[in-house]
C-alpha cells in the first residue's frame, strides 16, 4: 500500500440514485466517505424505503452539513434540524426530509457505503 491515498467524491467509485436524491461513494483504504445530494421534495419513506424495504432508515450516520437543512424525526417522536455547519451523528431508526427549497448536501464517514442498496 502507498502512504497515501487520494480521491474525489465528484469522481465516485460508486453512486445511488433513488427519488429526488443520489449517494456518491469513495473508498480509501478500508474507509468509505459518501455525499448525499438531495433535492427539494426529498423525504427517506418515499425515496429509499422501496428500496431497502425497512420502516425506517436503519443506518448510523456520521457526517457533516455542507448546504440546505434535513429535518429528522427519530422513532420515539423526537424531532430536529441540521443545518450548515454541523457535524452529526444519527442512530437507526429514523426518517428524514430536506426542508425547504435549497438542496441538502451532506458529507458522510462510513455509513454510506451500504445506504440505499436493496436487501
Not at 469522481?11 to 448525499?36: C, L
Not at 431497502?52 to 456520521?62: E, S
Request: one cysteine or more; hydrophobic letters at 35%; glycine letters at 10%.
Amino acid at each position: 500500500m502507498a502512504d497515501y491515498e487520494v480521491k474525489a467524491l465528484h469522481t465516485p467509485d460508486e453512486s445511488r440514485s433513488f427519488t429526488n436524491g443520489r449517494v456518491d461513494v469513495v473508498t480509501i483504504g478500508n474507509h468509505s466517505i459518501g455525499r448525499t445530494n438531495l433535492q427539494a421534495g426529498w423525504r427517506w419513506s418515499e425515496a429509499v424505503k422501496p428500496v431497502v424495504q425497512t420502516d425506517l432508515c436503519q443506518v448510523h450516520h456520521v457526517g457533516y452539513v455542507v448546504s440546505g437543512r434535513l429535518g429528522v424525526v427519530m422513532a420515539d417522536g423526537t424531532e430536529f434540524a441540521l443545518e450548515p455547519g454541523q457535524a452529526y451523528e444519527i442512530a437507526p431508526g429514523h426518517d428524514a426530509w430536506v426542508e425547504g427549497t435549497e438542496p441538502f448536501q451532506g458529507v458522510e464517514f462510513e455509513s454510506l457505503s451500504d445506504y440505499a442498496k436493496a436487501p
